[in-house]
């Protein structure tokens, strides 16, 4: 009870009562209210929409600017999802395989004799070693150098004097070594090379 005071001064007494079932026993009118997910204003029903590939809920007066909403019924897009799912999966498995990466990797390195061939090509077409680095805007000690075998052109260089001269200057050289082969081969060990006394 709590004393409740009136402007005429006489105190007043109000009295609470609190009941479990009261609090169950009442009933208050619930309204359920939709929001549109494109203008954002209530509306007192929404439904689903496909706009720009996007399923959203909209009110009537948005509704006009999408696509009616069709559910898939498993077989359509389902398929579609799971060839996807198993072709990455088919990926990621070899992508997760070991491998041997020295098993048939190869590299292009210049030929020994680079020199003499080009120098030959360059005479077979009756080009002076000026005239040729000119050709190829390059100067005529890099190429006097290289024809002497004291320069090792880079690739790009290599590529421009292979499509000038029409000659190939690389060859694939096989990289990598047979290990644990198993059989006894005349081949050089560190054994080989140690002092025995």
Request: net charge positive; charged share 25%.
């Amino acid at each position: 009870m709590y004393p409740v005071m009136r402007p005429y001064a006489v105190p007043v007494f109000i009295t609470f009562s609190y009941t479990p079932t009261s609090i169950l026993t009442r009933t208050m009118p619930i309204s359920i209210v939709m929001i549109c997910e494109m203008c954002g204003n209530e509306a007192p029903a929404t439904r689903p929409m496909m706009v720009e590939g996007t399923r959203l809920m909209l009110c009537p007066n948005c509704a006009k600017f999408g696509d009616e909403y069709i559910a898939s019924s498993g077989s359509g897009s389902g398929t579609v999802n799971r060839t996807i799912i198993s072709d990455r999966l088919e990926k990621r498995e070899r992508r997760m395989q070991t491998r041997n990466v020295y098993d048939s990797a190869s590299t292009m390195e210049i030929i020994d004799n680079y020199g003499t061939i080009i120098r030959e090509a360059r005479e077979a077409k009756g080009m002076e070693l000026e005239d040729f680095a000119k050709s190829i805007l390059e100067k005529k000690g890099t190429i006097g150098k290289i024809e002497a075998n004291d320069l090792i052109p880079d690739d790009k260089m290599i590529a421009k004097l292979e499509k000038a001269l029409g000659i190939k200057l690389r060859e694939a050289v096989q990289s990598g070594a047979i290990v644990g082969s198993g059989n006894k081969s005349n081949s050089m060990t560190l054994s080989n090379f140690i002092k025995k006394e």
